[in-house]
């Protein structure tokens, strides 16, 4: 039987050159199933990556040096060139996003102020470990946008298809991290208690820019949109109770991210991914 571990260093990871040309005026302001909820979600979303992809890059870049296995390092290169287009092309849709009446400038100065205070202040190891734990959250949504139907219908095209093809990537490199850290740090203890803190205060910032974006829209109070707020975590589709039983593996001695085998979706879409030329 194939390990986890042997599934991680099978897995190539190339980076995409990306060119998806928003026409807003072709886009609605809720955007996701004519849904405010479900379209400021993704939004809220989108607004963590930009900062947060560029803190990933740095821990894992951070501990390289302690890397002697040539397959992981060839990874880790095709991670940070991944991130680095996930980032550009986040803060191009956010930029967007300033069309309806959003305040993604003072939010980005929040994420840029953040992350130059964690680089400082917090250390690498910790980083890593926060990298290791959103890395997984990424991971475990992606595999629902690639496999439930229902996480994506409605949609409209465009955002769609940026959003299935980062979950594409995330899928390929949800263990460069983790390799990283287990070959440069280890720590059982250090990486399930920031899972715990991360889950908080992941929930805490999205929650915070969603309600941001609900009261731009005039949706804050409207008890329809906060109905189909808990259809989409726990109804249809589900989110939180499907990813659930995932999110928890993450607190296993033994856990590793490719325990969840799902290489089968790096092929079953790899003709969408097509479409974009490696760089």
């Given at each position: 039987?194939?390990t986890?571990?042997?599934?991680?260093?099978?897995?190539d990871?190339?980076?995409r050159?990306?060119?998806?040309e928003?026409?807003?005026?072709d886009i609605?302001?809720h955007?996701f199933?004519?849904?405010?909820?479900r379209?400021?979600y993704m939004?809220?979303l989108?607004?963590?990556?930009p900062?947060?992809?560029?803190?990933f890059?740095?821990?894992?870049?951070?501990?390289?040096?302690?890397?002697?296995d040539?397959?992981?390092?060839?990874?880790?290169k095709?991670?940070i060139k991944?991130?680095a287009i996930?980032?550009?092309e986040?803060a191009?849709?956010?930029?967007?996003l300033k069309?309806?009446g959003y305040?993604i400038?003072?939010?980005?100065?929040?994420?840029k102020a953040e992350?130059?205070?964690?680089k400082k202040w917090?250390?690498k190891s910790?980083?890593?470990?926060i990298t290791?734990?959103?890395e997984h959250f990424t991971a475990?949504m992606?595999?629902?946008?690639l496999t439930?139907?229902q996480a994506?219908?409605?949609?409209?095209p465009q955002f769609?298809?940026?959003?299935?093809?980062h979950a594409?990537?995330?899928?390929?490199?949800k263990?460069?991290?983790?390799d990283?850290?287990q070959?440069?740090?280890?720590?059982?203890?250090?990486r399930v208690?920031?899972?715990i803190?991360?889950t908080?205060?992941f929930c805490?910032?999205t929650t915070?820019?969603q309600?941001?974006?609900?009261?731009k829209d005039?949706?804050?109070?409207?008890?329809?949109?906060?109905w189909?707020?808990?259809?989409?975590?726990?109804?249809?589709?589900?989110?939180v109770r499907k990813?659930?039983?995932?999110?928890?593996?993450y607190?296993r001695r033994?856990f590793?991210?490719?325990?969840h085998?799902?290489?089968?979706l790096?092929?079953?879409?790899?003709?969408?991914a097509?479409a974009?030329k490696p760089?």
């Amino acid at each position: 039987m194939t390990t986890a571990q042997e599934i991680s260093a099978s897995i190539d990871i190339p980076g995409r050159k990306m060119d998806f040309e928003f026409e807003l005026d072709d886009i609605p302001r809720h955007w996701f199933a004519d849904d405010a909820f479900r379209s400021t979600y993704m939004n809220a979303l989108s607004c963590l990556f930009p900062e947060g992809e560029r803190m990933f890059m740095d821990a894992v870049r951070a501990h390289q040096n302690k890397i002697s296995d040539p397959r992981l390092l060839e990874q880790i290169k095709g991670f940070i060139k991944q991130e680095a287009i996930h980032g550009h092309e986040h803060a191009q849709y956010n930029d967007y996003l300033k069309k309806w009446g959003y305040p993604i400038d003072r939010i980005n100065k929040i994420e840029k102020a953040e992350k130059v205070w964690m680089k400082k202040w917090v250390p690498k190891s910790h980083r890593l470990a926060i990298t290791c734990a959103l890395e997984h959250f990424t991971a475990i949504m992606a595999h629902q946008v690639l496999t439930d139907p229902q996480a994506t219908e409605g949609m409209h095209p465009q955002f769609k298809q940026m959003w299935r093809w980062h979950a594409i990537e995330e899928t390929e490199h949800k263990a460069v991290a983790y390799d990283v850290y287990q070959q440069a740090v280890g720590s059982y203890w250090l990486r399930v208690i920031t899972m715990i803190n991360i889950t908080i205060m992941f929930c805490l910032r999205t929650t915070l820019y969603q309600l941001i974006f609900l009261w731009k829209d005039g949706e804050l109070f409207n008890p329809k949109t906060w109905w189909r707020g808990f259809q989409f975590y726990f109804l249809k589709p589900g989110m939180v109770r499907k990813i659930w039983r995932d999110y928890l593996d993450y607190f296993r001695r033994d856990f590793h991210p490719w325990d969840h085998d799902n290489r089968a979706l790096l092929g079953q879409w790899e003709a969408e991914a097509q479409a974009y030329k490696p760089v």
